[in-house]
């Protein structure tokens, strides 16, 4: 038990195992393979954006305007497609993933070069980012029949079984391990978070590293952007309004630490289908959508609660080092591999 | 090698100050807001014929009052290294609940009462996570953000709670000259309920951080949580009483607003939060922690109210205002860096 | 460019340098740490830097390893002058360094922690983790360190980690090992492993700079020193051409025998008595008696546990057993105003993080904890405070240019003045001083030592924990060691001696 506790990732999946048992015994049905692909595909962006936003917080900051910035992008792809039909889908979506990350990269300089605390910026890009999804539209909806039958059908199109929404998500999973395990940006991402610095002192530009994480949790809002729309089959201003506190709670569920440098993919997707798990279930036992927010809430505070106390400095643990000294040299090495 | 030198010269005389407060103010971020709001105020009256209307001014100040009130009480909580995002979801739990007193047929007392008291509640709340369990006060408050907007949302639902008494509606509608004991002077007859209460909160908070050994442990903890701990400073305990404070203000703007507003939707106050750091950002007060004025606030409020204004004037919607808030927030803390490296980077 | 030097000296490495710094300088705000600076490292030799706390060695790696730019001066490699702008271009630059802190990175794995910045990679570009913690594990055999690769860092005691930063300066290709007091928290035993690796960096013809204010070390190890203090050079040269004694002076600048103004005051009754403190995982079975106007020594190597100890006596942290008795009453202190208000206080370590809020004025950090008595009824009285903080000011000879000046600004030996005002303010029965000297100037050391003895003398009953021999032997009355968190003994003045101390400390038998 005690392993489980230390394991973050199992005892999630433990968890959401136990609530799909149960939600099962009052619907069944809910944990019917058809149920379970439909909760997966109706968490996909929020995974995407999960792991978005992991980038962010594991550089000790935080990405407010995501939401905003799926709105502001979603729209500005909507009004193309609706205005110029015959632009294809790949550069629509290069178009997304393109705006989003300019976006994310003013909050990244802002924080990078001018030195403006993460919380600060995107609070205040928050705003601005839907206010100009406002002016943009000049407050108008883009509905389904403006958009080509293209750009609305292509998350949903099965292949092999899963709307290629799922697969998009799976794919960003695919695509964030190996980089946050992989590649040398990613391990910038956990040194300059866990330890500023000794990531200086490593020859890691730190603020460089934030600006990035920036730029790629931006990125990946640009194509929830799109991915939005067209599975709603509607743009509007107030689309996803507060989703980025999903973000954030599927975070801390999943461990990543909100004082950076701790957490894994695993955890953010996980802690994402926690919350999809909830979603989908309160209509199912009959408990109305508006107890949502406040048992996001609810989650958000125990699971903070939770990580703080596994995350909690334990001083210089001289008693445990002194008795580990006396231990012979070749124990040690056993035990540490263990 | 010098031999050591153990001598007692007579001790120096250390002056208390180096500068005349009169000087260090003309330099101040205060006296610079000061120079803004005038500009302001003089672009506007040029702009348009009914600004100067004291009518019109009368019901201009209700675009920051009631969030100057929670501005000033943030302001403490932001100089003490922490910060509150819930206080607008704060608001609405609080006017919620003064809506189900009033259908159940309390009178204005009980509802002023839940109100405040609410607020109070929710305050302890964040403060007992953030003071006694030690957690950040960002997520923390983000997800009482979510809790408390949220437990708004089960009880109402897409419904609206209304019929308020009669006598409710003079926190956020009342003038000064409706009082029977107060001077019947002309003057009051534009002055608001909300613009007093205003005047006083911004006193009460002024000397609380300028005038007393409590606002003195404030900056100590905001400067160096470690160096104030170390030195005695009880600092949980201040951190646990700066976010009652800011619960309870949350709470009464709750009750200027309901009372303004006359019906509770689970959307009251949508945002708020942001314009309430705004104002505390904007008026001076370091984002980090340590430094910031309630004077300096009190200008900002005013600002933010004649921008806001003068832009409603100008049929500038909602949602537009807000972008110009959002920068506004960004460029007050980008600005003075920007130019200070400039300079630096000029002079070197 | 200079002319080499004749080489009339016994052999020490290569008589050309490969590395000269020259007309260093870099300043802080209120303080110059480092004051037109040079010095010179050989192939195949060991340099000792040598100086007290302060005298702005670390300053000097930190610029030799791109962490700081220097205000002034410059590096020469092989006769050319480098830049670094960055810790990554003096690895490139061949330089390598352990720092004194252990900056390290407590999340990630052995393997990462040696490599972070310089990754063996695929040929894709992707972090080779094969390689990486097959080379990790080779390093860390190469040092008989027997530490898995794929260990968290966390899981690691203080020792393992000083392996592993060693581990790690040793995994580039440097011609220049640079090493920051590397062994102010090792063992007996551990020293003796570091100082075999050394010779055989030194056998690869590699330039070290080996830094400490430890004689024995410095005679066992290096060829070369320099010494510097408060910020300048004072001299260099070759170790088998300079006793001790020269080394000394220039190190203190003076002859030790008079540096430390000890008063013999009339030892009083018990003020504070301390049976069987514990605590969880820092320190277990702490029992002393502490008398009035004694000046008590806590001895020990950096990391036995003395500043928490202290810390635990003063309430930032709770003691899990053991009790304190002041004056004969048991006290129960939980937290440090219950301490202060029983007339305990603590001068901390960390100046600038746990002692001074260096961003307000003096004289609020004087009356910092003493509001209560500078206000009525929660209300400021500014003439009061202004009072108290020059009564403290010149009681301690503070050099300001005024009271309202922020912390900040002065140096630290000023700072210091400011911490202890702050405390006397309190009128205190018992005061515990962390390193009280450390990183302060010759002057201020001497201001300081002088007042504990004026301070023992009214009757005030003092605790200081110490690294610096000479200060424990110079100031104490009694003397109580420990080592990894546990009571080595305790020592009269009378029995006192250097060899006996760090024999206790070190726990070589
Ligand atoms: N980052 C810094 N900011 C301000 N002062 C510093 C900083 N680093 C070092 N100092 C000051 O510079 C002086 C030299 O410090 P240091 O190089 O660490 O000395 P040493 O390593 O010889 O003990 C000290 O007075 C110290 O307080
Ligand atoms: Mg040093």
Redesign the pocket.
């Known amino acids: 038990m005690s392993r489980l506790l230390k394991h973050r990732e199992l005892l999630l999946v433990a968890i959401i195992v136990a609530l799909v048992a149960a939600f099962a015994y009052r619907a069944p049905g809910f944990a019917s393979p058809e149920s379970l692909a439909n909760i997966f595909n109706d968490t996909s962006i929020l995974i995407i954006l999960a792991l978005g936003q992991m980038a962010v917080v594991l550089t000790r900051s935080i990405d407010l305007s995501v939401a905003a910035n799926l709105s502001f992008t979603g729209m500005a792809i909507a009004m193309i497609n609706a205005a110029f039909p015959e632009i294809p889908l790949a550069i629509l979506i290069a178009a997304a993933l393109g705006i989003g990350a300019m976006l994310g990269a003013i909050n990244g300089l802002l924080v990078w070069k001018v030195n403006i605390p993460p919380i600060v910026v995107t609070l205040g890009t928050l705003t601005i980012y839907r206010g100009m999804a406002f002016v943009l539209s000049g407050g108008t909806w883009v509905n389904q029949n403006q958009m080509t039958p293209d750009f609305l059908n292509a998350p949903r199109l099965p292949v092999l079984g899963l709307p290629l929404l799922s697969w998009t998500a799976i794919l960003v999973v695919v695509v964030m391990v190996v980089l946050f395990t992989r590649t040398v940006f990613g391990r910038a991402l956990y040194a300059s978070g866990g330890n500023p610095t000794a990531a200086l002192y490593a020859g890691i530009d730190v603020g460089r590293t934030r600006f990035f994480a920036f730029v790629l949790s931006g990125a990946l809002a640009g194509l929830c952007g799109y991915l939005w729309v067209s599975r709603y089959a509607v743009a509007y201003v107030d689309i996803a309004v507060g989703f980025e506190l999903d973000t954030v709670a599927a975070c801390v569920i999943g461990g990543i630490s909100t004082l950076g440098g701790i957490g894994t993919i695993a955890g953010a997707v996980l802690g994402s289908l926690f919350l999809g798990v909830i979603k989908n279930a309160l209509p199912v036992i009959d408990i109305s959508p508006f107890w949502q927010m406040a048992i996001s809430g609810l989650v958000i505070i125990i699971a903070v609660t939770f990580n703080a106390r596994q995350e909690r400095r334990k001083g210089r643990m001289i008693l445990r080092d002194a008795a580990k000294s006396r231990a012979r040299p070749s124990e040690l090495a056993e035990g540490a591999a263990a | 090698m010098t031999a050591l030198v153990v001598d007692t010269p007579p001790p120096r005389r250390i002056p208390d100050r180096l500068s005349t407060p009169f000087r260090r103010l003309l330099g101040s971020w205060e006296v610079l807001l000061l120079a803004v709001t005038i500009a302001i105020f003089i672009a506007n009256s040029l702009a348009s014929p009914h600004f100067l209307d004291p009518w019109n001014l009368s019901d201009a100040t209700y675009n920051f009052t009631e969030k100057a009130m929670i501005a000033f009480a943030m302001t403490l909580l932001i100089i003490s290294g922490e910060i509150d995002l819930s206080v607008a979801a704060i608001i609405a739990l609080a006017s919620t609940a003064m809506g189900a007193a009033a259908q159940a047929g309390f009178g204005t007392p009980a509802l002023v009462s839940v109100g405040l008291g609410v607020g109070l509640l929710c305050g302890a709340f964040n403060g007992l996570l953030v003071a006694r369990v030690g957690l950040p006060s960002i997520v923390v408050t983000i997800g009482t953000m979510s809790l408390f907007r949220g437990i708004a949302q089960i009880v109402l639902g897409d419904q609206a709670y209304g019929g308020y008494p009669a006598s409710f509606a003079w926190f956020g509608q009342g003038y000064m000259s409706d009082f029977p004991w107060w001077p019947a002077l002309p003057v009051f007859e534009v002055i608001t309920f909300e613009m007093v209460a205003f005047v006083c909160v911004a006193l009460v908070f002024g000397i609380l951080l300028h005038q007393t050994a409590f606002g003195r442990r404030v900056y100590a903890i905001g400067n160096n949580v470690f160096a104030a701990q170390f030195s005695g400073i009880p600092v949980e305990r201040t951190k646990f009483v700066l976010f009652l404070l800011t619960g309870l203000m949350s709470g009464f703007a709750a009750v200027c607003l309901t009372s303004r507003l006359g019906s509770t939707r689970h959307t009251i106050a949508a945002g708020w939060e942001l314009e309430v750091v705004t104002m505390a950002v904007l008026g001076g007060v370091s984002i980090l922690g340590g430094s910031g004025t309630i004077p300096g606030v009190v200008l900002a409020a005013i600002v933010m109210g004649l921008v806001t204004f003068g832009l409603g004037l100008l049929n500038v919607p909602g949602i537009v205002m807000s972008i110009f808030i959002g920068l506004l927030l960004i460029l007050v803390i980008a600005l003075p860096i920007v130019f200070h490296r400039i300079r630096s980077r000029a002079a070197a | 460019m200079t002319l080499p030097m004749p080489a009339a000296e016994p052999f020490a490495g290569n008589d050309v340098p490969i590395m000269e710094m020259r007309g260093i300088s870099?300043a802080?705000?209120?303080?110059?740490?480092?004051d037109d600076v040079e010095i010179s490292l050989h192939a195949g030799s060991v340099t000792a830097l040598i100086?007290?706390?302060?005298?702005?060695?670390?300053?000097?790696?930190?610029i030799l390893t791109g962490i700081?730019q220097p205000d002034s001066g410059e590096i020469v490699i092989d006769g050319r002058p480098v830049q670094f702008g960055s810790a990554e271009a003096a690895i490139r630059g061949g330089i390598t360094a352990i720092h004194?802190e252990t900056v390290l990175f407590d999340e990630l794995s052995v393997a990462e922690n040696i490599f972070l910045g310089h990754v063996p990679r695929t040929r894709f570009g992707l972090v080779n983790w094969k390689a990486m913690n097959a080379r990790a594990a080779a390093l860390l055999h190469s040092i008989d360190a027997p530490i898995s690769p794929y260990t968290r860092l966390k899981d690691l005691s203080i020792a393992q980690r000083h392996l592993v930063a060693i581990a790690r300066a040793l995994s580039v290709e440097a011609r220049v090992v640079i090493m920051?007091?590397p062994t102010a928290a090792l063992s007996h035993k551990e020293v003796e492993d570091l100082f075999r690796i050394i010779e055989r960096l030194k056998g690869q013809g590699k330039a070290i700079l080996f830094?400490s204010?430890k004689f024995e070390e410095v005679y066992g190890v290096a060829d070369r020193f320099a010494v510097?203090r408060d910020?300048r050079s004072i001299g260099s040269g070759l170790l088998a051409q300079t006793s001790q004694d020269q080394i000394v002076r220039m190190m203190v600048g003076r002859s030790v025998e008079h540096a430390f103004p000890k008063v013999d005051v009339a030892i009083g009754s018990t003020v504070l008595k301390v049976s069987g403190y514990s605590h969880p995982t820092e320190f277990d079975d702490i029992s002393f008696e502490l008398r009035r106007g004694e000046i008590f020594g806590i001895y020990g190597l950096v990391g036995a546990g003395r500043s928490e100890f202290c810390q635990a006596l003063f309430g930032v942290t709770r003691p899990s057993a053991g009790t304190v008795e002041l004056e004969g009453r048991r006290i129960d202190v939980r937290s440090p105003s219950d301490a202060v208000a029983a007339g305990i206080v603590y001068v901390p370590e960390e100046?600038?993080r746990h002692g001074a809020v260096l961003q307000m004025p003096i004289f609020q950090n004087i009356s910092m904890p003493s509001l209560s008595r500078t206000t009525r009824a929660g209300f400021l009285r500014q003439a009061e405070e202004f009072a108290m903080a020059r009564r403290y000011a010149e009681r301690l000879d503070l050099r300001a240019a005024a009271l309202s000046v922020p912390v900040g600004n002065l140096?630290?030996g000023n700072q210091q003045k400011v911490v202890i005002g702050k405390w006397l303010a309190t009128k205190p029965k018992v005061i515990i001083l962390d390193e009280p000297t450390?990183?302060?100037?010759i002057g201020s050391k001497a201001a300081v030592h002088a007042f504990m003895s004026e301070l023992a003398g009214e009757g005030l009953s003092v605790i200081m924990v110490s690294s610096e021999l000479p200060e424990i032997l110079g100031m104490s009355d009694r003397v109580l060691v420990m080592r990894e968190g546990r009571m080595a003994g305790t020592w009269n003045r009378a029995d006192l001696d250097a060899e006996t101390l760090v024999r206790a400390a070190t726990g070589n038998a």
């Open positions: 870099k802080f705000p209120g303080v110059k740490a480092l100086g007290e706390n302060g005298a702005g060695k670390s300053t000097l790696v930190k700081y004194q920051d007091e830094i204010h510097f910020g100046r600038g140096s630290g450390k990183g302060i100037d």
